[in-house]
C-alpha cells in the first residue's frame, strides 16, 4: 500500500479509505493507477495473485457495482417513490403535491355532471402528471364521497371501439350503447379516457376515429350522462380544434394541468417519504427543487419544464435506492446522478449489464417501442410482446432484455403487452434519443407500412393497395426484418411488381421503335424549346435590370432588390455584380408601421437604446432601438402626448401635452412610471422642452416665456428663472450637449407673410439665473428646426427663404451654421446654405458632428460638416417610397413627402424619420462613405501598409489619417504645405512625404509624428528637372532632363546627393519604377515634322550605378505612348495611348514583348489605372470621371468585368485606387468612399436593411411577368 501511494498521488490513508469502503472515487480513471500498481507490485514479489484481481476490467466491475444501485435490491422498507410510473387509485396515499388541481378538477367533473354531462378534458405536457392526477387524484377523491361512482380507464390504442368494448367487459358487435347496457345504473358513473392523443397517433382508421368520438359525445349528453374525462398531451390541443365534439370541451370544460408550484413540490418530495417514516437531509428538497427548476429555459426557480416531472420520482426513488439507514441524504442523491442523470444512470447500467447479443436485440426492443413523429414529440406504443420478441434476430436474448428493463422500471409489462413507463425516457437518455435520430426517416417508412399492411389485410388483401414503384424500394430499404401481415404484405407487393414488369417488357419493345421516331422530332422540339426559353429568359433578365436601373434614382431600396433579382436569376454575373456594388454608395431605408395617423414625430434617446415617436392624434409610443436598423416597439405612453424628450441619464423622459408637462420614470422601459406632474401653465399644447446637458434641468415653454425646472430629483421638481420669449410666437428649444448654454427660437405667430425668425441663446448661471449669451441672431429665414453638434460648438438652424409669389418664386430651404464659444456671442460660419426648393422642417447632426441631415417637405439629404464654414453635399435626395399619406381628419391620398423629423441611431450609421404617412423609417447610410475626412479630400497617398494615409483636404492644408478602421479614419494631425504644391509621394513607412509644384520644386517632410509635422528640405538641386521617380525602397531617385537621366541617393532623405555620371537620354519626360525598382520606364519625345511619337525606353536598374536599356524594341501602342504602369507582381505592365491600352510581358527582361491587342480602355482617356495587390485586377478611372473595373487574369485577354461603376453625385471628379491590402477601392474627389469588392456583403446589407420590402403588391407592378420569389425570403 505504502509503494503504491508513493507511485501515485493517492495518500495511504486515501488508499486505507478505498479499502475499507469509504470515499470512493466518483471516477473509475482515479482509482486505476493504484490497481495498476498494485497488481505490477504482486507480480514482482512472486504472489500468488487471482486471475481476476489481475484483470483491470474486472476492477472496473466491482467499483461499478460500488457505485451503482439496482432497483429491485431486497430491502425491509418499500420504496414510496414510483420512479417513471404513473400513480394507480392504490398509490393515492403517497400522491403528494397534486391537492389543488384534484379539487379543481373533481368539482369541474362533478359540476359537468350536475348540469346535464359533457366531456371534460384534461390537457397538460407529456409527464405533467395526467395519467396519475386521474388515477390516485380524480378518481380516488370521487370514491371518498358519499355517493358510489362506477370509474372506468381506457387508452384508446389502434383500435378505440375495441379497447372501449373491453374495458366495460362486453364483445357486443354493435357498440353504439355498449357502454349503457352493461354499466351499472345504481350510481353516477365515469369514463377516463387516458392517453388521448393515441386516437391521432396510433389509430389510423379515420372513420373509426369519427365513431369513437360520437359514441363518447353520446355518452357525455344522454339523459342519464357518463361523466367522460380524456386526458389529453398538450401539443394534440390544434389536432383537436379539427372535432366539433372535441372544440367545445376545449373551450368550455376544460383544465390545464401546468406545473407544480414550489410549496407544492416540495410537498412531493416529503410527503411520501414522512408517510414511509424517512427523514430528508436539510436541503435535499431544495436542492432537488432547484435542479429540477434549472432544466431548460427557467433560469429562476419559481417554474420547471411540466414534462420533467417524472424526473423528480425517478430521482427520489434512486435516492431512496442510496440512503443511510433512514435517511435520504444529498450525497445520495448526488450519487443518482441528479435530476436528469438518474433516468440515464439507471438505463445505462441496465445496458451494461446486457451482453453483446442482448444489447442489439435491446436496440430492437427499445425502437419496437416508439412511435416516431414527423411533426411533433415522439411518443411511446404498446407492442404486443411476441410481436416484439420477433423483430430481434435473437428472440431469447429479446425476452431476456424485456424482463432486466422491466426490473429497472424502464419499461413496463401488462399481461402481453408492453410499453415504456413513461416517455421521459425518450428524452432523458441520450442512447434511445441518439437511436432514434440516427435514422427517422426509416422508422417513418416502417410506420407506415405497418399501418398500410394492417388496412390491406382488413380490406381482404386488396391488390390496390399494394405498393410499387419507389414506395415499395423504401418500404423494402427500411423494413428488412419483417413479420406476419407486414412480411405477407411487402411479399404480394414484391409479387405484384414482378408481374407488372413482365407485362411491360413486351410494350416497351413496341414502344421502342416509336421512341426512336420520337426521340428525333423530340430533339428538335427540344432545341426549339429552350431556345424559346433562353430568348425568355434574356427577356425577363434584360426587364429586371431595366426597372433596377430605373428605379435606382426614385427608389434605391426597391431597385436594390430587384437586383438581388436579378442576381438570382444569374448568379456571378459581372454586370449585376458592379450594381450590387453600388449600393454600397446609397442609403437603404425600411419602413415600419408605426402609428394609424400621419405626421409622426421621432426623438432618440441621447447615447443610450430608446426612442420615440409621437403623432398628431396625441399617441406616443416608446422603441427599443438598441437594432438601430429594426426598432421594435415596445408600449404606447399612457394618456395624450403632444411631445416627447429623453433625459440625458437615460432613466428620465418628459412629455407633454395640453394637460401640462409629465415626468416619467423609464428605468423599465416597457413600463414607464409617472414621477411628477406640472400645472398647463408650464407649457403650451404641443410647447417643445429640453432637457440639459446633466439632465438636472428641464426648459419648457409656452407662447411667452421659458421656465427652467430643477430636476436632478425628478419626483420633485422645483421652478426655477422665467425667461421672455416674445408675444403670441412659436418657440423651439434646444440645450446644448455640453454646456449650460440654452438655444430659444421664435417665430412670429402672425396671419399674413412670414416674418423672420430670431435665436436667443442664454448661458445659465444656476438654475435661477441666465444671462443672455450676446444679442439673438436674427435672420431673413423663417426658421422652423435648430440642432447642436455632438460637441455643441455648432449650431444649425433652418427654415425657409421667402413665400411664394405671383411669379412662382417657391420657398427655397436653408440652414445656417454658427460657431458657439462659451463665453462670446455666436458667429455664422459661411453663408446660409440652399438644401432644397422647398421647405425645411428638421436638422440633425451624427453623433460625431460630421454629417448634417437635413429634411424638407420632399426629401431628405446629407451633408458633410467636417469643415463646418463649407458644408459639402454628400448625398443629394434620401428617396421613399411612394406612399399614402394620412391625415387627423381621416383623408388619405397618395404622396411621396418628405421627413417631418429626423434623428441619428446611437452609432451614427442609421437616420430613423417620421413622415406623413404614419411609419417609422429608417436610413441605412451608405457603409462605403468613411467618416473624417473632408469632402473636399483629395487622391489619398497611403503607406505600403495602407494604415496611414495623406491628404490634401482643400487650400494649403494636408490632413494625416490613420485608416487601419476602413470606415472611421482618424485624424492624426495637419499642417499647411507651401502654397501651390500638391502631394507627390509618401515613403513606405509612411514617415517621410514629398510634395511637388507644377515648377517641379519638390518637397520634403518629416510626417513619423504627424501631431508635430517638421519639413525636412527643399530638394533644390533637384531644379530643373522634368520629372522625378522614387525607387519603391526609397533609397534611390531618378530625375529626367532634357539630355538625360540623373540617379539621386536618398541616404539622407533631407539632401538628395548625385551618384554615377549622367545617363545621356534625349528628351526624357515621365519617369516610373517598377514594384520592385530594378526596372525604369521613361516616355520620351520624339518629333519628325509634324508626326510626334513618344515611345517608352526600358531601363535596368537592378545595379544603379550602372543602368542599362533593356531590349531593343522600343515599347509603343499605335506609334506612341501616354505613359507606362507596372504590376504590382512585376510580371506585367500596361502602355496606355489614348483611349487604347496594351498589356506587356516584363518578367523575362531580355525578352519585353506584349502579350494582348491593343483594347479600349475607356471612350475618352485613361486617366488613373492601379491595380489590385495580387495584381490579378485593375481599376481605371477615365479622364471623364468613369470608372471600371477589369480582370487581368488571363494577361492575353483583359477584360472589363460588368458596367461602370457608380458613385454617388456625378458631377463630382472621382477617381479610384485599390488599397494596399485586402479587397478595397477607395474612390475619391467628392469625398472619400471605401468599397468592399466582396458582392456577398452588399446583398447581406440588401436583405438585412430593406428586408420584406417587395411585398407581392409592388412585384407585381414592377415584375408581373416573373412568378412572386421575393430575394431575401
Not at 441496465?350 to 447479443?357: M, N
Not at 426655477?720 to 420669449?725: D, I, M, N, S
Not at 474612390?1227 to 466582396?1238: A, E, K, N, Q, T
Request: proline share 7%; charged share 25%; net charge negative.
Amino acid at each position: 500500500m505504502r509503494a503504491a501511494a508513493a507511485a501515485n498521488p493517492a495518500s495511504a490513508q486515501r488508499i486505507s479509505d478505498w479499502k475499507a469502503g469509504r470515499n470512493v472515487p466518483a471516477r473509475f480513471e482515479s482509482l486505476l493507477p493504484v490497481v495498476l500498481t498494485l497488481i505490477d507490485l504482486a507480480k514482482k514479489r512472486g504472489a500468488t495473485l487471482p486471475a481476476k484481481l489481475a484483470d483491470p476490467q474486472e476492477w472496473k466491475r466491482l467499483w461499478t457495482a460500488s457505485n451503482s444501485w439496482t432497483p429491485d435490491d431486497a430491502d425491509d422498507t418499500a420504496c414510496p417513490y414510483l420512479g417513471l410510473q404513473s400513480y394507480r387509485n392504490t398509490d393515492s396515499d403517497i400522491f403528494f403535491g397534486r391537492k389543488r388541481a384534484t379539487e379543481e378538477l373533481t368539482e369541474l367533473v362533478r359540476n359537468t355532471v350536475r348540469d346535464g354531462g359533457g366531456i371534460v378534458t384534461l390537457i397538460g405536457a407529456s409527464g405533467a402528471g395526467k395519467s396519475s392526477l386521474l388515477a390516485a387524484g380524480l378518481a380516488t377523491e370521487l370514491a371518498r364521497g358519499q355517493v358510489n361512482w362506477h370509474i372506468v380507464t381506457v387508452t384508446p390504442g389502434a383500435h378505440p371501439m375495441d379497447a372501449l368494448a373491453k374495458s366495460i367487459g362486453t364483445s357486443k358487435p354493435d357498440r353504439s350503447d355498449a357502454a349503457s347496457a352493461t354499466w351499472p345504473t345504481d350510481g353516477p358513473r365515469l369514463l377516463i379516457v387516458d392517453q388521448f392523443e393515441e386516437l391521432f397517433t396510433v389509430c389510423a382508421d379515420e372513420q373509426e376515429r369519427d365513431e369513437f368520438l360520437a359514441l363518447l359525445d353520446q355518452h357525455a349528453t344522454q339523459t342519464d350522462p357518463i361523466a367522460v374525462v380524456l386526458a389529453l398531451r398538450a401539443d394534440f390541443y390544434a389536432r383537436c380544434l379539427d372535432y366539433p365534439v372535441l372544440q367545445e370541451s376545449l373551450e368550455k370544460r376544460s383544465y390545464l394541468l401546468g406545473p407544480m408550484r414550489v410549496d407544492e413540490l416540495t410537498e412531493a418530495i416529503t410527503g411520501p417519504a414522512e408517510r414511509a417514516g424517512l427523514k430528508l437531509e436539510a436541503g435535499l428538497d431544495e436542492l432537488v427543487i432547484t435542479e429540477l427548476c434549472g432544466l431548460g429555459d427557467h433560469r429562476t426557480r419559481q417554474s420547471y419544464d411540466p414534462g420533467a416531472l417524472p424526473l423528480l420520482s425517478h430521482v427520489m426513488a434512486a435516492t431512496w435506492q442510496h440512503r443511510e439507514g433512514r435517511k435520504l441524504t444529498i450525497a445520495g442523491y448526488r450519487a443518482a446522478g441528479g435530476v436528469v442523470g438518474s433516468v440515464a444512470a439507471t438505463a445505462e447500467q441496465a445496458w451494461s449489464e446486457l451482453s453483446d447479443p442482448q444489447q442489439s436485440a435491446a436496440k430492437d426492443v427499445l425502437l419496437g417501442l416508439v412511435t416516431v413523429a414527423r411533426d411533433s414529440r415522439d411518443t411511446r406504443r404498446i407492442a404486443a410482446r411476441p410481436a416484439l420478441q420477433q423483430r430481434s434476430a435473437d428472440p431469447l436474448a429479446a425476452a431476456a432484455v424485456l424482463e432486466l428493463l422491466a426490473r429497472t422500471r424502464l419499461v413496463t409489462l401488462d399481461a402481453d403487452s408492453v410499453f415504456l413507463t413513461h416517455e421521459i425516457v425518450l428524452d432523458a437518455w441520450p442512447r434511445l434519443r441518439a437511436w432514434i435520430d440516427e435514422n427517422r426517416v426509416g422508422y417513418l417508412v416502417r410506420q407506415r407500412v405497418e399501418a398500410d399492411a394492417v388496412e390491406w389485410d382488413s380490406m381482404n388483401r386488396d391488390p390496390a393497395l399494394l405498393y410499387r414503384g419507389s414506395r415499395l424500394e423504401a418500404a423494402l430499404e427500411h423494413s428488412a426484418v419483417a413479420d406476419g401481415v407486414v412480411r405477407d404484405f411487402l411479399h404480394a407487393s414484391r409479387a405484384s411488381r414482378g408481374r407488372s414488369r413482365r407485362r411491360t417488357t413486351l410494350t416497351r419493345i413496341g414502344l421502342a421503335l416509336a421512341g426512336v421516331v420520337l426521340l428525333v422530332l423530340g430533339l428538335t422540339a427540344y432545341s426549339q424549346t429552350r431556345f424559346g426559353e433562353r430568348q425568355r429568359e434574356e427577356k425577363n433578365f434584360a426587364a429586371v435590370m431595366r426597372e433596377a436601373e430605373r428605379l435606382r434614382g426614385i427608389d434605391p431600396s426597391l431597385s436594390a432588390q430587384l437586383y438581388l433579382v436579378a442576381e438570382r436569376m444569374r448568379p456571378g454575373d459581372a454586370t449585376v455584380w458592379t450594381h450590387l456594388l453600388g449600393t454600397q454608395d446609397q442609403s437603404l431605408a425600411t419602413a415600419i408601421p408605426a402609428h394609424v395617423d400621419g405626421y409622426v414625430e421621432v426623438t432618440q434617446q441621447p447615447g443610450g437604446a430608446l426612442l420615440a415617436s409621437v403623432d398628431h392624434q396625441d399617441i406616443a409610443y416608446l422603441w427599443d432601438n438598441s437594432n438601430p436598423e429594426h426598432p421594435r416597439k415596445l408600449v404606447q405612453i399612457p394618456g395624450e402626448v403632444s411631445t416627447a424628450v429623453f433625459s440625458a441619464n437615460r432613466r428620465v423622459m418628459a412629455t407633454s401635452s395640453g394637460a401640462g408637462v409629465r415626468l416619467w420614470d423609464i428605468a423599465e422601459p416597457d413600463a414607464p412610471r409617472v414621477l411628477a406632474e406640472l400645472s398647463a401653465t408650464a407649457a403650451g399644447e404641443s410647447a417643445p422642452m429640453s432637457f440639459s446637458a446633466d439632465g438636472t434641468v428641464l426648459a419648457t415653454t409656452n407662447t411667452e416665456t421659458v421656465t427652467l425646472w430643477n430636476v436632478a430629483d425628478p419626483g420633485r421638481p422645483r421652478a426655477g428663472a422665467v425667461l421672455p420669449a416674445g408675444h403670441k410666437v412659436h418657440v423651439e428649444l434646444r440645450f446644448s450637449p455640453t454646456d449650460p448654454v440654452l438655444a430659444v427660437l421664435t417665430k412670429d405667430r402672425l396671419s399674413g407673410g412670414q416674418p423672420p425668425g430670431r435665436i436667443q441663446l442664454w448661458k445659465l448661471d444656476g438654475l435661477d439665473r441666465a444671462v443672455p449669451l450676446g444679442p439673438p441672431i436674427e435672420t431673413t429665414t423663417v426658421l422652423a428646426d435648430m440642432a447642436f453638434s455632438s460637441d455643441g460648438r455648432i449650431l444649425a438652424a433652418g427654415g425657409v427663404n421667402g413665400s411664394l409669389r405671383e411669379d412662382g418664386e417657391v420657398n427655397r430651404g436653408t440652414v445656417q451654421l454658427w460657431r458657439i464659444e462659451r463665453d462670446a456671442p455666436p458667429t455664422p460660419l459661411g453663408i446660409p446654405l440652399t438644401v432644397g426648393e422647398t421647405g425645411l422642417w428638421s436638422v440633425a447632426f451624427s453623433p460625431d458632428s460630421l454629417i448634417l441631415a437635413v429634411a424638407t417637405s420632399e426629401h431628405a439629404s446629407l451633408w458633410s460638416t467636417a469643415d463646418p464654414g463649407r458644408p459639402v453635399l454628400i448625398e443629394e435626395q434620401l428617396i421613399t417610397s411612394p406612399t399614402t399619406c394620412r391625415f387627423s381628419n381621416g383623408m388619405a391620398m397618395p404622396c411621396r413627402g418628405g421627413p417631418t423629423s429626423l434623428t441619428f441611431g446611437p452609432d451614427g450609421r442609421t437616420l430613423a424619420a417620421g413622415g406623413w404617412d404614419g411609419n417609422l423609417r429608417v436610413w441605412t447610410l451608405p457603409p462605403a462613405l468613411v467618416s473624417g475626412p473632408s469632402e473636399k479630400a483629395s487622391f489619398p497617398r497611403f503607406d505600403a501598409a495602407g494604415r496611414r494615409a495623406v491628404v490634401a483636404s482643400g487650400g494649403d492644408t494636408i490632413e494625416i489619417w490613420d485608416t487601419r478602421e476602413l470606415l472611421r479614419w482618424r485624424l492624426l494631425g495637419r499642417f499647411t504645405h507651401r502654397a501651390g504644391d500638391y502631394l507627390y509621394e509618401v515613403s513606405p513607412d509612411g514617415a517621410t512625404l514629398v510634395t511637388a509644384s507644377y515648377e517641379n520644386r519638390y518637397t520634403v517632410y518629416d510626417i513619423s509624428d504627424p501631431a508635430n509635422v517638421r519639413l525636412r528640405g527643399d530638394w533644390a538641386s533637384l531644379g530643373g528637372a522634368n520629372h522625378l521617380a522614387i525607387r519603391p525602397d526609397w533609397r534611390i531617385a531618378v530625375t529626367s532632363h532634357d539630355d538625360s537621366l540623373r540617379v539621386w541617393s536618398l541616404e539622407d532623405p533631407a539632401h538628395p546627393t548625385p551618384i554615377g555620371a549622367k545617363i545621356p537620354l534625349t528628351d526624357a519626360m515621365d519617369t516610373e519604377f517598377n514594384g520592385d525598382g530594378k526596372i525604369l520606364a521613361v516616355r520620351t519625345f520624339k518629333s519628325d515634322g509634324d508626326i510626334v511619337r513618344q515611345p517608352l525606353t526600358l531601363w535596368n536598374f537592378a545595379d544603379p550605378l550602372r543602368p542599362a536599356p533593356l531590349g531593343d524594341q522600343l515599347p509603343e501602342l499605335a506609334n506612341s505612348i501616354n505613359r507606362a504602369e507596372f504590376a504590382p507582381d512585376g510580371s506585367k505592365m500596361i502602355l496606355v495611348n489614348d483611349p487604347m491600352m496594351q498589356v506587356w510581358d516584363i518578367g523575362d527582361r531580355t525578352r519585353i514583348r506584349p502579350i494582348s491587342a491593343p483594347i479600349v480602355a475607356d471612350y475618352l482617356s485613361v486617366g488613373r489605372i492601379s491595380f489590385a495587390p495580387d495584381s490579378r485586377r485593375a481599376v481605371i478611372t477615365g479622364e471623364d470621371g468613369r470608372i471600371t473595373l477589369w480582370d487581368l487574369t488571363d494577361r492575353a485577354h483583359p477584360r472589363q468585368i460588368g458596367d461602370p461603376l457608380t458613385p454617388p453625385r456625378e458631377e463630382a471628379d472621382w477617381t479610384a485606387q485599390f488599397l494596399p491590402h485586402g479587397n478595397h477601392l477607395v474612390i475619391s474627389g467628392g469625398g472619400l468612399r471605401v468599397w468592399d469588392l466582396d458582392a456577398s456583403r452588399a446583398i447581406d446589407r440588401i436583405c438585412d436593411v430593406t428586408g420584406s420590402l417587395l411585398t407581392e403588391d409592388l412585384w407585381q407592378r414592377h415584375l408581373p411577368q416573373l412568378p412572386y420569389q421575393p430575394p431575401c425570403s
